[in-house]
């Protein structure tokens, strides 16, 4: 759990045989059509996107790390799944101390990953299948190896030292202390002394990742022209990274602490107190910089590249100021409210949901259950406590199809992490000497880091799992339960997890309700199982339930409150062993039983 802390709060904030025999419904659709490829403004509109860890998708050339051929080999995989745009974590040249969030050059691509060639390759192929691609673009902070932080630290007179946030130390009772008590999301203080020119830099993240001082116009064009640079490359979109982060309050003062319930500061994962990011994030100077992003990227572009926001937020009131006032900063920044609530609790998804639909002005919702930062949905799993049982527990499968059908049949854009479609499960070290994350070497073992989440991805069940030629020592370890769940395995069996992905994505781009219906929260008082509708204009009306609770639970929808004058339903997808229901007066739902059904 300490990572939904480190990402959300800090920011702002086995049985698997013995489980329910997975029985999908075929859909009563066609086979998914991708085809929303960056063609107009909107192509990202309920699109699913795909979220690629290059290092653990595919390796190509036996050393272990995946790779941008590997990720092309596989692109076929990605089309029949139906996904519209894969968003690539960092693939520039990196000291890969944070695997690649480190960048050296901004403008190519790291050896170890490939060439531009290959990334070229990537994107023609990719755009045959009308799969669009997104790159992570990293504004807050460079890698200290890069040459603009190599001139900016070699003197205080340099014309590059502005680039970056340089402040004189302290002095207390004598001794030469950081400027203030701001910490690193990585742990410990957020300023590094630098011998050599006598001051401190900032770093949000780890020492080797030091910030850009984002009021200098020069960094601004010159990451402009990053942008520029990939959109002449063929990308779409960008995923801007901690973009909450850019500036920090000038005063320069001290946070306060976050205190815990007994009033005393909370000590946090690397032994600190733990203080505030008032004067760290989410300062307002950020939208300007949203909107002349905007400005470049769209006149870049012909507005056809779309910008998602990393935006770990406090409140939809923080995240509607994302999509600017105009509607001219982030077209998707993405709603980490809803799929890290991390437990299931139906009124509180219910009230995040309602804000999605009611408090943003009516723009696109960004969901999102997963990514490379944060335990995988095997999270949801829990005891009575609360806390996460990591693996293929009893309903993993049965979870897996609420969270699948929450993100993939809601009014939104979906965002999805490689892995969840097979159903893996978080695989976090089991000692300190294999971690490879630093984070998880300084926060051992209250923090083991992200390696749990970063595994290889299980294409089949032979040697390293399809992930790398038999004889490579892959980067990570394949994780033990690679044999039973794998993209080979499961396309041969029909209830698979994966069939359920590519049913739902099916479903989403071309039932006309779940693909452009409105949405509506229905049965609003039940503490089980939570409902909703989508309809459109002309009558096309899909009911969801997904029930929170591992016990049978039967729901009725009245949907002559909706203005629907019929009750017949006809079944899209549902959980194995739940009989079809003949209208919306009696929906049977198993365990965490989930139904999909047209109305007619
Ligand atoms: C957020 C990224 O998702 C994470 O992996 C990275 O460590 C930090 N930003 C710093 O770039």
């Known amino acids: 759990m300490k990572r939904f802390g480190l990402f959300l709060l800090l920011s702002s904030a086995l049985l698997w045989a013995a489980s329910t ?39 190509s050339n036996g050393d272990g790390i995946g790779d941008l051929n590997g990720i092309t080999s596989r692109l076929d995989y990605l089309q029949k799944l139906g996904v519209d745009a894969i968003w690539l974590t960092p693939i520039y040249p990196s000291p890969q101390v944070d695997f690649g969030y480190d960048i050296s050059d901004y403008e190519n691509v790291d050896p170890q990953y490939g060439t531009l060639a290959d990334f070229d390759r990537l994107v023609a192929e990719a755009r045959k299948r009308n799969i669009s691609v997104i790159m992570d673009l990293v504004l807050n902070h460079t890698s200290d190896q890069h040459p603009w932080f190599l001139e900016s630290r070699s003197s205080r007179t340099n014309p590059k030292r502005d680039w970056y946030m340089w402040h004189d130390g302290k002095m207390v009772n004598g001794e030469l202390e950081p400027p203030n008590n701001w910490e690193s999301v990585f742990g410990h203080s957020a300023w590094q002394w630098d011998a050599k020119t006598g001051q ?28 520029r640079f990939w959109i002449r490359h063929g990308v779409t979109g960008f995923r801007l990274d901690a973009i909450t982060s850019l500036f920090e309050d000038p005063s320069d003062t001290d946070e306060a602490y976050v205190l815990g319930p007994d009033g005393k500061p909370v000590i946090n994962a690397f032994g600190d107190k733990e203080v505030k990011t ?25 507005r056809k590249v779309v910008l998602i926001g990393e935006t770990y937020l406090r409140s939809i009131d923080d995240l509607r100021k994302m999509y600017g006032a105009h509607n001219d900063e982030l077209q998707l920044p993405m709603d980490m409210q809803v799929g890290f609530i991390n437990k299931f609790d139906v009124a509180l998804f219910r009230q995040r949901i309602r804000d999605a639909e009611t408090e943003i002005n009516g723009d696109e919702p960004l969901f999102v259950f997963d990514n490379h930062d944060n335990p995988r949905w095997d999270r949801y799993q829990t005891d009575a406590a609360g806390t996460p049982i990591f693996g293929y527990g009893l309903h993993h499968d049965d979870i897996g199809r609420v969270i699948a059908t929450i993100l993939l049949a809601s009014r939104d854009t979906a965002l999805m992490y490689y892995g969840d479609e ?4 978080t695989t976090p070290p089991a000692r300190k000497q294999d971690v490879r994350d630093p984070i998880g070497i300084t926060g051992w073992p209250k923090e083991k880091g992200r390696d749990g989440e970063r595994t290889p991805m299980q294409w089949d069940a032979g040697p390293n799992a399809g992930f790398a030629l038999p004889d490579a020592k892959t980067w990570l370890p394949i994780p033990p339960g690679y044999k039973t769940f794998n993209v080979a395995a499961e396309e041969g069996e029909p209830d698979s997890m994966l069939h359920w992905y590519e049913q739902l994505i099916a479903l989403k781009k071309n039932d006309p309700a779940l693909h452009e219906g409105e949405e509506i929260l229905l049965n609003t008082s039940d503490d089980h199982v939570l409902s909703w509708l989508r309809k459109t204009a ?3 009306a899909v009911v969801v339930a997904c029930n929170f609770t591992p ?25 194995p062993g739940a009989p079809d229901p003949q209208s919306a007066d009696s929906v049977q739902l198993g365990p965490y039983g989930v139904y999909v059904g047209q109305v007619r």
Do not use: C
């Open 278 to 302: 008032d004067k760290t994030d989410n300062l307002p100077e950020v939208h300007d910089v949203l909107r002349e992003l905007r400005q470049a990227t769209d006149a870049a572009s012909g």
């Open 422 to 425: 097979i159903g893996m499960v």
């Open 200 to 227: 401190y830099y900032y770093h949000r993240f780890y020492i080797q990742q030091p910030d850009l001082n984002w009021n200098n116009p020069q960094v601004r064009k010159a990451m402009y022209d990053v942008a």
């Open 538 to 540: 002309d009558g096309e």
């Open 551 to 575: 016990q049978p639970q039967t729901v009725s929808f009245n949907l002559s409150a909706q203005g629907i004058s019929r009750s017949g339903l006809t079944t899209l997808l549902k959980t």
């Open 21 to 59: 025999p997975v029985e999908a419904q075929p859909a009563a659709t066609a086979a998914p059509q991708t085809g929303q490829i960056a063609t107009s403004p909107h192509w990202w509109k309920d699109a699913v996107i795909y979220e690629i860890y290059p290092r653990s998708f595919q390796d």
